[in-house]
């Protein structure tokens, strides 16, 4: 974290200077990190909220946590699942929690995308004996309805959730929060 000009001691005067707001976002997330805080979709949305007020607003709210956690130990870091053996549902738990769900959602529907588009490739490209009887255009006119380069949908259109008994649409999007492991 980058300490920028966060007061360390109690403030007497309003604390000068400007930063955009998006430093500011970056500032109050790694502050609250540091202290060893866990920020749940509300709270990063109260950071953003948060980040449009004036830059004396944020350094005393930085300067309050910084100095409430001066004594403590460093907060340990964040397990991260291990890039090699981590299970979807492990996966999944993760990225809800370090990703707001709008952002969530889009990433699923980048990778959703991919895979679609693959997938209608190979309906185009693939000439299987069961589908002999298939007309080339149909299969080719199917595809395209479904391809998101042709016009197809975003998919998946919901968020994909491994909290409610396996991967499936959310059914608590957009307030779903997940199960911790045992």
Request: hydrophobic share 35%.
């Amino acid at each position: 974290m980058t300490t920028y000009d966060i007061p360390r001691a109690p403030i007497q005067d309003r604390p000068d200077g400007f930063e955009e707001q998006a430093v500011q976002v970056a500032v109050l997330r790694d502050t609250l990190t540091a202290a060893g805080v866990e920020l749940g979709v509300y709270e990063r949305q109260i950071i953003d909220w948060l980040s449009h007020w004036e830059w004396a607003t944020v350094a005393v709210i930085c300067s309050w946590v910084a100095r409430a956690t001066a004594g403590r130990p460093p907060a340990s870091p964040v397990t991260l699942p291990s890039r090699f053996d981590a299970t979807p549902a492990e996966v999944d738990q993760h990225l809800r929690r370090i990703l707001a769900e709008d952002v969530y959602l889009r990433y699923q529907q980048t990778i959703g995308g991919l895979a679609v588009e693959e997938a209608a490739k190979d309906v185009r490209m693939t000439v299987r004996p069961e589908m002999s009887g298939i007309d080339q255009s149909a299969r080719y006119a199917a595809a395209d309805e479904i391809d998101p380069l042709k016009g197809g949908g975003l998919y998946p259109s919901k968020l994909q959730c491994s909290q409610h008994g396996g991967f499936g649409p959310c059914p608590g999007a957009p307030r779903c929060t997940p199960q911790e492991s045992s």
